[in-house]
């Protein structure tokens, strides 16, 4: 009994050691996490005293003993708690990985011959978004690019993960040998220099002016508007004859921002620069009135009101718009007497819009964007517009007819993605058909089309639908509908959305990236009910003018803003209209020109030269037009995808184009109407089939419509 009571002693000395024990708990929800993610971090010490002290990474001072905090690393990091108890540390730590974007290699040549083609490589990790800066597409995380540099340039890569967490390489590219190259951005106002370089050119010349050359120099630009400056080349042969091309260099004249919100003229910092832009010109009161709308930004993109009756004096207002000049057929007319007014949206007149918006294939990457953008464009709808929707590619979907409400407009328009959509650009019929949503009314009426390329499956919709641009411009103008064009990235028929807003008196815009659309649509929704309106009658002399605005910037220096009215039909659409329909691949011997963009009839599966239904349906609109034009004749392409050699790819691109040519065949149109080739792989729309739907895209068979 003697040995059991020290036993019994110790045993409850060691319990209550344990009671008096500390538990401490310290977890986190995620060790591993991307860049811009966040995870829980949570501990509990238990059993504490009251001079214990406790402390937690992240946590200035004194952490409590129970809590958790939300974390978002942007490098590895090491948590480390630590209890203090008189003399005694304690710590525990949880180590968390975070993984960001990593470009491990962006390569290329360091030097390639004017327009040759070479390839970039590049790896990544840890990105979901990696994108070469100067291309239209979205790439995949390790691959190569082909480009054709113009001039010597800088590529930029980029590579982000899903949190919009990105980082860059550049590889510089030197052109060596001809080489032509301008500025890659100027603001209004702005000069910049054209540099070239010809060695061995017996003559080189500049478009528009039209001006001779060394072969080797610099000039001074100051565009007004973004430009296109054409170079042509000749060289001498070995057999002493002139040989010639041309090369092309665009120079983008840009704001400084989309409009992004207002701010009246009394609270600008003194001495900050206003741009004026006129970017509606109404002539329908032709010879009686004519009618300009002027937007006002600052350098930072605000709307700037509070420069014209009836918020100012005549006499005030006149500091700021100074002139109004027309220029007809060489000769100028001061305008001595005009009025202006500042409209806001309180005192504007209703508008009825219709957005025809390019879901075609080309298109697919920025499904989303395009989708929001509409979203919010609806959302921010001026109460007195009523609005309509047409999405398309080679098909045609009135996503919402017109109507004045946004619960309305919201459930007849589905935000999937462009789901069912993907396809060929029906440019020309969408535009007709978006212009059929807006009823003659005492309204304004717009349209606004946007798109990233060229017209190529309108003709599936002829006796339907309009089918050529001249077409839809000249009904635009009856009808008294404004054109306001969006070439997104630059890709599309730039002169031809150029003449749509110029001969309606709209606006044409060119969009960098996706971001911008979302910006466009904002800009173009305040400024229908936001602007400056300016009221006079027109110089005597008849015919197309061009006007310029003289105005006061702000800074003590006298600026212009320039349009052009269009009273006459005589800019030549249909010039216009075959920009960049290209000529190379039609044989002289043909002795005709094409009379519309080459229009895709059908597309196929790998290795596949059968016609599906979609592609019977649009041959039957060829039928039909040849069959009420006999003097059209037409030329059948057959293409392939990139994958084989070039004899099998030119070999189902042959068997491509006899299928298209049996089924005409087999409708009644004559062979001697019909020439048919085999173009293979020789001609890709995608020269990176990354994605399969842009391999789909080069296994096409494409019609060219030759002229009477």
């Not at 538990?23 to 971090?41: C, H, K, N, P, Y």
């Not at 730039?494 to 971001?515: H, S, V």
């Amino acid at each position: 009994m003697k040995n059991i009571v020290p036993v019994f002693v110790f045993l409850l000395f060691l319990t209550t050691l344990t009671s008096m024990a500390q538990t401490i708990s310290f977890r986190i929800s995620e060790r591993t996490l991307e860049l811009g993610d966040s995870a829980v971090l949570k501990w509990n010490v238990q059993k504490t005293k009251r001079k214990d002290s406790l402390s937690v990474t992240g946590i200035e001072g004194m952490a409590p003993f129970k809590g958790e905090m939300k974390v978002s690393p942007e490098k590895d990091i090491v948590y480390t708690l630590t209890h203090v108890r008189r003399n005694k540390v304690t710590r525990r730590t949880i180590k968390v990985k975070v993984n960001g974007p990593e470009i491990i290699e962006f390569e290329g040549p360091d030097t390639v011959l004017f327009r040759s083609p070479c390839l970039l490589h590049w790896k990544t990790r840890f990105a979901t978004e990696i994108s070469v800066q100067q291309e239209a597409d979205r790439l995949p995380a390790y691959g190569s690019l082909m480009v054709m540099p113009s001039s010597t340039v800088t590529y930029t890569l980029q590579a982000c993960n899903r949190n919009k967490r990105c980082v860059n390489a550049v590889h510089h590219l030197q052109i060596r040998g001809d080489y032509v190259k301008g500025p890659t951005m100027i603001r209004p106002g702005e000069t910049g220099f054209l540099e070239w370089r010809f060695i061995g050119a017996s003559g080189v010349r500049l478009h528009k002016p039209d001006t001779l050359l060394p072969q080797e120099g610099t000039l001074k630009i100051n565009p007004r508007s973004t430009e296109f400056y054409h170079f042509t080349i000749t060289r001498k042969t070995e057999s002493g004859a002139d040989s010639t091309y041309q090369i092309d260099v665009k120079v983008p004249v840009v704001r400084s921002d989309y409009i992004t919100g207002t701010k009246n003229y009394v609270t600008l910092p003194t001495g900050r620069k206003l741009v004026f832009d006129i970017f509606s010109v109404n002539w329908k009161d032709y010879p009686d009135e004519i009618v300009l709308k002027v937007m006002i930004t600052d350098t930072l993109g605000n709307y700037i009101t509070g420069l014209a009756p009836p918020y100012l004096t005549e006499e005030q207002s006149r500091k700021f718009f100074r002139a109004v000049i027309e220029t007809v057929e060489g000769k100028s007319y001061p305008i001595l007497d005009f009025r202006v007014t500042e409209i806001r949206s309180m005192t504007s007149t209703p508008h009825d819009i219709a957005l025809v918006l390019d879901y075609s294939g080309s298109m697919n990457a920025w499904f989303q964007e395009l989708d929001e953008a509409t979203r919010k464009f609806i959302q921010r709808k001026h109460k007195a517009d009523r609005l309509a929707i047409v999405r398309f590619d080679d098909s045609i979907g009135t996503e919402a007819p017109l109507s004045g409400s946004i619960q309305e407009l919201e459930s007849k328009v589905t935000f999937n993605k462009g789901r069912d959509y993907g396809g060929s650009t029906a440019l020309n019929a969408a535009s007709d058909a978006g212009m059929r949503l807006l009823p003659d009314s005492m309204r304004d009426r717009h349209l606004i089309i946007m798109t990233d390329g060229y017209e190529n499956s309108s003709m599936f919709y002829w006796g339907k639908y309009y089918t050529f641009a001249t077409e839809v411009l000249m009904a635009a103008r009856k009808k008294h509908i404004t054109l306001n064009t969006i070439n997104f990235r630059g890709q599309a028929n730039r002169p031809l959305l150029e003449a749509f807003a110029d001969m309606t008196g709209g606006k044409a815009y060119e969009l960098e990236n996706e971001k911008e659309i979302e910006k466009v649509f904002f800009e173009l929704q305040h400024l229908y009910h936001n602007y400056y309106e300016i009221r006079y009658k027109p110089a005597p002399a008849d015919g197309n003018r061009q006007i310029e605005l003289l105005y006061a910037d702000n800074t003590g220096k006298t600026a212009s803003a320039t349009t052009t009215a269009w009273i006459k039909d005589s800019m030549n659409i249909e010039a216009i209209e075959k920009e960049g329909i290209e000529q190379s691949s039609l044989s002289p011997v043909y002795g005709k020109k094409m009379i519309l963009q080459r229009q895709v009839v059908a597309l196929f599966e790998f290795d596949r030269s059968d016609l599906d239904s979609s592609a019977m349906q649009k041959l039957e609109q060829v039928v039909m037009y040849l069959k009420a034009n006999p003097g059209c004749d037409i030329v059948i392409q057959g293409h392939s995808d990139l994958v084989g050699d070039e004899a099998h790819c030119r070999l189902i691109g042959k068997a491509r184009a006899e299928e298209v040519y049996n089924y005409l065949r087999g409708k009644g149109i004559s062979a001697s109407r019909m020439t048919r080739e085999g173009k293979g792989k020789t001609e890709p729309v995608w020269p990176v089939e990354d994605l399969e739907w842009k391999a789909r895209e080069n296994r096409r068979v494409e019609v060219l419509f030759l002229s009477p």
